[in-house]
């Protein structure tokens, strides 16, 4: 390491101690041999606040008090939170059983019945015994002998009836001379003389008097005849009904039997006595689907004088002439086993037939049927009397399930609904099942940004959803939650059959934990990322034959996850070694400096250096942002250049009008710029390029500015020392090189054990800034001065070399717009100055750099 001086004498800012680059965890904290003798813990480790919160909305019972849990993805809150809820749902009672049944009064609308826990399957099995149990014992009713026996004594009794009044009409016939005829063409009648009929010569051979006499005769005898026939259906009819009566009477009597078993089992539940009354009712009224073949592809319905409406067709299967007595069991539970207790559900495809449950269709000779056994139960019907869990994000992008769930949270019921009702398009027949009441806790899952678009655009929403469960990514990196952390992930290592982590590897596992956060006093808790460095890592142990894993096996793991993502990188930086892309290492520029950004693609984040230059003339006070000009820089970027603008004005020649005209870029930037932590390193380029001090190529920096010349934090710090580190080791490593970066972004170091080592040995170096005259001094190794009571700054110090400059330009614009010789020899009329402030390129709106999110950040582009 070297010590710099300028020209004054004066130490400029050393550089950072090796132990303030990258924390380290002892293994000697971890008193185990490995994580499997260790006992595993849920994944709430620092989850405090959310922990309370999670546990008021599952335990408060007022309406609308559903949880939302906050937190980015890979953050482990599905699993902590399931598991937490499953803890609490098995010290719950088991919710109540749900079933539909055919409604017998109007078929398309299925009823619902309420059970409690463990019944529903009972009355499910209960009912197919009863329909099993009758037909066999329907058929061996009335196939008896006595069945038999009396059915044929009504059918004797109608045929006596019937014979009796022919015969007597027979004999009266026969008193008047006219004979009754049975013929193939129905009944006639014909006169008889000597006991023989008369043909229809003989008859004409009569004289007319007689022939008079037998027609008068026979017309009275046809209209006895008549009435007799016309008493026959009235017999039939009440044949039929006397046979109706009799199988009512045994089958009232075989159901009575069947059924009063599974009746008196279910007494205590008005609701299913009343249906199981219904069922009996209709078993003596249909009795004779128990007497049929298997019915035809679509079951006939009841005659019509049962007085019942039709529903809607029936699909046809083997047998389909008792579906109408089967029991749908929509939701059931058990008192003890795996189902006691409340359910948790989560619901991957929240769809609105999967969210509310739907009537399914089967296609039956070119339409489509269906009846109640198809209704089928959704998400919300299973997690009825526990805890449904949704991914937000998923829910809406479903169509109508979103208003679907506030409406069956509002109402505090389950409606299936149909799609095809929300779109107006023509519906197949349908049913209409009942509502099922609900009482569910629904949590849904997403990030900040959604939980807050949500709040701030649907009112049904914080009515809904009233208690937030805001989970930590980070946790502050103590002996304490080190030991929880590794206990996490040890239980990980022993649930997924991985192996264990030894002392060092746990050691290593937190230190990767802490440069995830970004920070060195802070640990990440997003358990995805660390449970995919874990599977890798004991895949790696494996194939190095370790029987832990150790830190070798932590850091191939995270080698390995960032070279297979590591082509964009290694393109950018040989682009950069290939002196495509123009970046210096050594020597020194004026007005050209290093600055430092963040390239994020996908689940790749690197770091680059970028040069930025700055020229200044005489012109009318501006800073040209060629970003800006060039739509490429964002308003955050325009932000700084601005704030640039007012320090210059605010610090140096107080008393002359800012007559510089500046212009700054980034240079070989093809791409979209935004952000402000550049801002610091543009303004050591504007400095330099008034001053005319050339500053140290060697050096890149990163930091954004305010009007007060305080040096700010960034994101990506890390990120961003590893790139300009990369390539100064890749041409050669000369003890001079280094990054400056804000003093207030020390703490968030977590570099690279290769970074740290080249800093402790001395071939690399990190400088903490708190004020741009410290950065300023470092660049250029000159002292940057403060103003003294004087009110000058010392002779020879960047500062005033800088105000000495904008006081020339001041002057020489005064000059010019008298009409005379500017000091730098320049020459014009007022006429000419007037129009060159008229177009002078800084009179545009200007712009600024790139501000920075965290390393764990998303964004496109570059960031500074």
């Known amino acids: 390491m070297t010590d710099e001086s300028d020209a004054n004498g004066a130490v400029p800012v050393a550089p950072l101690a090796p132990d303030a680059l990258r924390r380290r965890c002892d293994p000697a904290q971890f008193s185990f041999r490995t994580t499997a003798a260790l006992d595993p813990i849920d994944g709430l480790v620092g989850q405090e606040r959310a922990l309370d919160a999670l546990t008021f909305g599952a335990e408060m019972s007022g309406p609308g008090f559903n949880v939302f849990v906050l937190g980015i993805p890979g953050s482990g809150k599905h699993n902590a939170v399931k598991a937490f809820l499953r803890e609490k749902a098995e010290r719950a009672p088991s919710p109540d059983d749900w079933v539909y049944v055919h409604n017998f009064a109007e078929p398309h609308r299925p009823r619902a019945l309420r059970l409690p826990p463990g019944r529903a399957q009972r009355l499910h099995e209960g009912m197919q015994a009863l329909i099993d149990g009758l037909r066999t014992a329907f058929p061996a009713?009335?196939?008896?002998?006595?069945?038999?026996?009396?059915?044929?004594?009504?059918?004797?009794?109608?045929?006596?009836?019937?014979?009796?009044?022919?015969?007597?009409?027979?004999?009266?016939?026969?008193?008047?001379?006219?004979?009754?005829?049975?013929?193939?063409?129905?009944?006639?009648?014909?006169p008889i003389r000597e006991d023989k009929a008369l043909t229809p010569e003989e008859f004409k051979a009569l004289p007319k008097k007689e022939q008079q006499a037998l027609q008068k005769k026979m017309q009275r005898l046809q209209t006895a005849l008549q009435e007799i026939m016309e008493t026959v259906p009235r017999l039939d009819k009440e044949r039929r009904e006397q046979i109706r009566e009799l199988d009512r009477r045994l089958a009232t009597l075989a159901v009575r039997r069947a059924i009063n078993d599974l009746a008196d089992a279910f007494a205590d539940l008005p609701d299913v006595k009343a249906y199981l009354e219904e069922v009996r009712q209709d078993l003596v009224a249909n009795a004779q689907l128990f007497l049929s073949g298997p019915s035809a592809p679509m079951e006939p319905e009841p005659d019509a004088p049962t007085g019942r409406p039709t529903p809607p067709p029936r699909p046809s299967g083997p047998d389909t002439r008792f579906r109408r007595y089967e029991v749908n069991v929509m939701v059931r539970h058990s008192l003890d086993g795996e189902d006691a207790g409340a359910p948790v559900?989560?619901?991957?495809?929240?769809?609105?037939?999967?969210?509310?449950?739907?009537?399914?269709?089967?296609?039956?000779?070119?339409?489509?049927?269906?009846?109640?056994?198809?209704?089928?139960?959704?998400s919300l019907h299973r997690a009825n009397g526990g805890y449904l869990l949704i991914d937000a994000i998923k829910l809406l992008r479903q169509p109508f399930a979103w208003d679907a769930l506030k409406r069956a949270l509002r109402n505090s019921c389950v409606t299936i609904e149909s799609p095809g009702a929300?779109?107006?398009?023509?519906?197949?027949?349908?049913?209409?099942?009942?509502?099922?009441?609900?009482?569910?806790?629904?949590?849904?899952?997403?990030?900040?940004?959604?939980?807050?678009?949500?709040?701030?655009?649907?009112?049904?929403?914080?009515?809904?959803?009233?208690?937030?469960?805001?989970?930590?990514?980070?946790?502050?990196?103590?002996?304490?939650?080190?030991?929880?952390?590794?206990?996490?992930?040890?239980?990980?290592?022993?649930?997924?059959?991985?192996?264990?982590?030894?002392?060092?590897?746990?050691?290593a596992i937190v230190e990767h934990a802490a440069r995830l956060a970004g920070d060195s006093e802070r640990l990440s808790v997003r358990i995805g990322p660390l449970a995919d460095v874990l599977r890798e890592a004991s895949y790696w142990a494996g194939k190095a034959e370790h029987k832990s894993i150790g830190a070798a096996d932590i850091k191939r793991a995270v080698d390995e996850g960032i070279r297979r993502l590591d082509r964009a990188r290694q393109r950018s930086h040989d682009a950069i070694l290939r002196d495509t892309m123009m970046i210096d290492t050594d020597g020194a520029v004026v007005g050209q400096v290093n600055g430092l950004s963040v390239h994020v693609l996908g689940a790749s984040s690197?770091?680059?250096?970028?040069?930025?230059?700055?020229?200044?003339?005489?012109?009318?006070?501006?800073?040209?942002?060629?970003?800006?000009?060039?739509?490429?820089?964002?308003?955050?970027?325009?932000?700084?250049?601005?704030?640039?603008?007012?320090?210059?004005?605010?610090?140096?020649?107080?008393?002359?009008?800012?007559?510089?005209?500046?212009?700054?870029?980034?240079?070989?930037?093809?791409?979209?710029?935004?952000?402000?932590?550049?801002?610091?390193?543009?303004?050591?380029?504007?400095?330099?390029?008034?001053?005319?001090?050339?500053?140290?190529?060697?050096?890149?920096?990163?930091?954004?500015?305010?009007?007060?010349?305080?040096?700010?934090?960034?994101?990506?710090?890390?990120?961003?020392?590893?790139?300009?580190?990369?390539?100064?080791?890749?041409?050669?490593?000369?003890?001079?090189?280094?990054?400056?970066?804000?003093?207030?972004?020390?703490?968030?170091?977590?570099?690279?054990e290769d970074v740290a080592e080249a800093c402790r040995k001395g071939r690399f170096h990190v400088y903490a800034v708190t004020h741009i005259d410290e950065g300023?001094?470092?660049?250029?190794?000159?002292?940057?001065?403060?103003?003294?009571?004087?009110?000058?700054?010392?002779?020879?110090?960047?500062?005033?070399?800088?105000?000495?400059?904008?006081?020339?330009?001041?002057?020489?614009?005064?000059?010019?717009?008298?009409?005379?010789?500017?000091?730098?020899?320049?020459?014009?009329?007022?006429?000419?100055?007037?129009?060159?402030?008229?177009?002078d390129p800084d009179d545009t709106r200007e712009d600024d750099e790139s501000g920075d999110k965290p390393e764990n950040g998303s964004e496109s582009g570059s960031k500074e």
């Open 141 to 190: 009713v009335f196939e008896s002998d006595d069945y038999q026996a009396r059915r044929k004594e009504i059918d004797a009794g109608f045929q006596r009836q019937q014979q009796a009044a022919f015969t007597e009409l027979a004999e009266d016939a026969a008193k008047q001379g006219i004979a009754i005829l049975r013929t193939q063409s129905g009944i006639s009648m014909a």
């Open 345 to 378: 559900v989560t619901d991957d495809h929240p769809a609105l037939g999967n969210l509310l449950g739907r009537v399914e269709h089967m296609a039956q000779m070119g339409a489509l049927v269906t009846d109640f056994t198809l209704i089928k139960p959704g």
């Open 422 to 507: 929300y779109m107006s398009v023509a519906a197949t027949v349908t049913l209409e099942p009942d509502p099922i009441p609900l009482d569910v806790k629904v949590v849904l899952f997403g990030d900040r940004y959604l939980f807050h678009l949500l709040s701030s655009q649907d009112p049904d929403f914080r009515e809904l959803f009233k208690v937030a469960a805001d989970f930590e990514e980070i946790i502050e990196w103590d002996e304490e939650n080190a030991g929880l952390l590794v206990r996490l992930l040890g239980g990980i290592c022993r649930n997924e059959d991985l192996r264990p982590l030894n002392p060092k590897g746990a050691a």
């Open 606 to 752: 690197f770091g680059r250096p970028t040069r930025i230059t700055a020229r200044v003339r005489m012109g009318a006070g501006r800073v040209l942002d060629i970003e800006r000009e060039a739509k490429l820089g964002g308003n955050l970027h325009s932000k700084g250049v601005l704030i640039l603008s007012g320090f210059l004005s605010s610090r140096y020649a107080l008393n002359a009008p800012v007559a510089m005209a500046a212009t700054l870029v980034f240079e070989q930037s093809y791409g979209g710029v935004d952000g402000d932590s550049a801002s610091s390193t543009e303004l050591y380029a504007l400095l330099s390029a008034l001053s005319e001090v050339p500053l140290k190529q060697s050096l890149a920096i990163t930091g954004s500015v305010n009007q007060l010349g305080e040096v700010q934090a960034i994101g990506g710090v890390n990120h961003k020392i590893e790139g300009f580190y990369d390539i100064c080791a890749a041409r050669g490593l000369t003890g001079e090189q280094g990054v400056l970066i804000p003093a207030s972004n020390v703490k968030h170091l977590m570099l690279r």
């Open 776 to 839: 300023i001094a470092l660049l250029t190794g000159r002292e940057a001065g403060e103003r003294g009571g004087d009110g000058l700054f010392p002779e020879g110090s960047i500062n005033r070399l800088v105000e000495d400059r904008l006081i020339g330009f001041a002057e020489s614009r005064r000059d010019f717009g008298k009409g005379g010789r500017s000091k730098t020899g320049a020459t014009g009329t007022k006429a000419k100055a007037n129009k060159e402030d008229n177009n």
